[in-house]
């Protein structure tokens, strides 16, 4: 199996409420001890994998994620946050930028009040991502710009937010249901694939980077904050047993994997 990049889901932790979030983690309150997650970075630099992707909750959130960067660093892999924005900020910065390679922001909507329907933080999220994508840029981290694409933002012309921040890649999801993960308003935000098309097909110029349902399935390869693998096959999520108690390669040979989707969706890129 050929691995390059793995999402690191190391903190359950968040402060948004994103009704189309599959990543939920809360009623569980589980998290990983920093030793923990330092013995499963040491894992995932032995598999050979080049790039990490510290994901949550929102990872900014927790008080070990500085040292998680830094040990990955010193193991030479490829590092990289995904963030609300939260944690996004010149001290943070100060203190670890030579361990940070590229930083991802989520936006899905140039207008406030769809944000704010949508369940993503305040009533001034877009004014917060313009304001901390330019930090990102003038420290000289590559930055890249998430949207989930649904049902109120696909016939939104995101031209004047994404030439405003100008990121290093802008990547846009068809917003995907998972089984017992998401807000019970997500049915109401689900478009087909022939309404994602028209956005894409209205934003071509800006090239995007676009992920269907069917790219996202099975394309990635994620931990928990259980320290498991876990995958969305069939639009919900099946699980391995904890990595550090079965072993890393074992709990990964009965994680299905596919890597030409991962090649479809853009997963291979200069990092």
């Not at 590229?102 to 877009?126: A, C, P, Y």
């Not at 930090?135 to 981290?141: A, P, T």
């Not at 259980?226 to 096959?233: A, E, K, L, V």
Request: net charge positive.
């Amino acid at each position: 199996m050929v691995l390059e990049s793995v999402n690191f889901h190391f903190w359950a932790l968040c402060n948004f409420k994103c009704n189309y979030c599959f990543a939920r983690f809360e009623s569980n309150n589980p998290n990983l001890t920093s030793n923990q997650c330092l013995e499963i970075i040491d894992n995932i630099s032995d598999a050979l994998i080049k790039k990490i992707n510290f994901a949550g909750g929102e990872p900014t959130l927790s008080p070990y994620l500085g040292d998680l960067l830094v040990h990955s660093k010193k193991l030479g892999l490829v590092t990289s946050i995904i963030s609300n924005g939260t944690g996004i900020n010149r001290p943070f910065f100060e203190k670890f930028r030579k361990s940070i390679d590229w930083i991802g922001l989520s936006i899905d909507s140039g207008f406030e009040m769809i944000n704010f329907k949508l369940g993503i933080g305040n009533r001034n999220i877009v004014k917060q991502i313009i304001r901390k994508s330019k930090i990102i840029q003038d420290i000289g981290i590559k930055l890249k710009i998430n949207t989930v694409v649904n049902k109120l933002n696909y016939q939104e012309d995101f031209s004047w937010l994404i030439k405003r921040i100008n990121p290093d890649r802008w990547k846009a999801f068809q917003i995907l249901k998972i089984k017992n993960q998401q807000s019970v308003k997500l049915n109401d935000l689900l478009i087909s694939e022939a309404e994602f098309e028209d956005f894409v097909k209205n934003h071509l110029y800006l090239n995007p980077i676009t992920e269907t349902n069917q790219l996202m399935l099975e394309s990635y390869l994620m931990i928990d904050p259980f320290g498991r693998f876990y995958q969305n096959t069939g639009n919900s999520y099946i699980f391995s047993r904890p990595i550090l108690e079965v072993g890393f390669k074992k709990e990964l040979s009965d994680i299905t994997y596919d890597i030409i989707k991962y090649i479809q969706r853009g997963g291979l890129y200069a990092w």
